[in-house]
């Protein structure tokens, strides 16, 4: 039998994608303690705090826990290290945490030379400001000249000295390497404006405001702000597992899956749910997880729109729209990669 070049190439490619995934240091040291280690804010209401007991819970934190529930079979193996801005990438490089799920926004800088990777978006933000009421500012354009405070090491702090100096504006900016110093600053009247996501904006006012109604947002977002969890490079495996999780929790959203039906959807007819979880296919074996990884996240967690609905959604103190947050078909930005 004699076999031509393209042949051989397809006989390769196809060998190729039936080999299972090797796990990686970092896998082999999760797999070893039996926990994931999830390196979080120090406290963002909606996206990673924790309450008087010490239990957290968050947009980011229900991204530790599907996580942790595909790779380890529970969502509670899960160590949360609480890190600033500043602490939150040498965390990550020195292997202090396996992954950092702490409203980080995605640049190329950060993709490119800090050594780590980039996963998927879990939230699409931009940069706002809110000021008090009683300012009677209403749009970003005439803090000419005034104070905003903002906190040191993040694209924030950045983006707010591009938006002053494109627009001729002269804002001072006054600089704290703390969050909660940057807040309090702010609401103690030290600055005429705080700046950050217009995520955190809603839970910082939510949180920290004595009387929120005092405090408006501005309209305008100065900026994008694709936030999701980074991992380390190197181990491709683990930014894998990582990866698929999240797209696997958004395309739940899209075929109806939910924490409450997802034992129930298993004998669905729609070929593409049987394959989400583990009945028609094994897609976990190409991660290195058994067929169950994504029913056991979605159980854990909830699909994508659970966990927003549930943390920052229009019925939480938090009160976020979904926005550019809603599934790509009904007119946002989130468009998960197909699992198939």
């Known amino acids: 039998m004699k076999f031509n070049y393209l042949t051989l190439t397809a006989l390769s490619v196809a060998a190729v994608l039936s080999l299972p995934a090797q796990a990686g240091k970092t896998i082999d040291a999760i797999k070893q303690r039996d926990q994931v280690i999830c390196g ?9 705090a924790a309450d008087s007991s010490g239990k957290w819970s968050g947009m980011d934190v229900d991204t530790c826990r599907a996580v942790a529930a595909a790779m380890l079979g529970s969502g509670d193996k899960v160590k949360y290290v609480p890190l ?25 800088t950060r993709d490119a030379s800090l050594g780590l990777h980039m996963t ?3 939230y699409y933000d931009g940069q706002g400001f809110i000021v008090p009421v009683k300012s009677k500012i209403k749009s ?43 807040t309090g600053a702010y609401f103690s009247g030290r600055c005429v ?31 994008k702000e694709p936030l999701g969890p980074m991992v380390r490079r190197g181990d491709d495996e683990w930014l894998a597992i990582v990866k698929w999780v999240v797209y696997g929790l958004q395309e739940a959203e899209e075929y109806g899956v939910t924490q409450a039906n997802v034992d129930q959807m298993k004998s669905s007819d729609d070929p593409v749910v049987k394959r989400m979880l583990g009945v028609s296919e094994d897609t976990g074996k190409l991660l290195g997880l ?26 939480t103190p938090i009160q976020l729209p979904r926005g550019s947050n809603n599934l790509w078909n009904k007119g946002g930005l989130i468009y998960p990669i197909p699992i198939r």
């Not at 979080?40 to 990673?48: D, E, K, P």
């Not at 040498?90 to 640049?107: C, K, P, V, Y």
């Not at 104070?147 to 938006?163: I, P, R």
């Not at 217009?198 to 839970?203: D, F, K, N, T, V």
């Open 40 to 48: 979080v804010n120090t406290g963002l209401a909606g996206f990673s």
């Open 84 to 108: 600033n801005a500043q602490q939150r990438f040498t965390a990550l490089q020195s292997g202090e945490i396996d992954m950092l799920s702490r409203n980080t926004t995605f640049t190329m």
């Open 120 to 122: 998927a978006v879990t």
């Open 140 to 182: 970003a354009k005439q803090l000419k000249g005034q104070t905003v405070c903002v906190q040191a090491g993040t694209t924030t702090e950045k983006n707010l000295t591009d938006f002053s100096r494109a627009n001729k504006l002269n804002i001072k900016p006054v600089v704290f390497e703390k969050l909660e110093a940057a």
């Open 193 to 223: 404006a705080y700046t950050t996501d217009a995520s955190g904006l809603a839970s910082t006012r939510n949180k920290e405001a004595k009387n929120p109604a005092d405090h408006i947002i501005l309209p305008e977002l100065i900026s």
């Open 290 to 315: 058994d067929k169950e990884w994504l029913a056991r996240a979605i159980k854990t967690s909830g699909n994508y729109g659970e966990i927003f609905e549930r943390n920052v959604g229009p019925k």
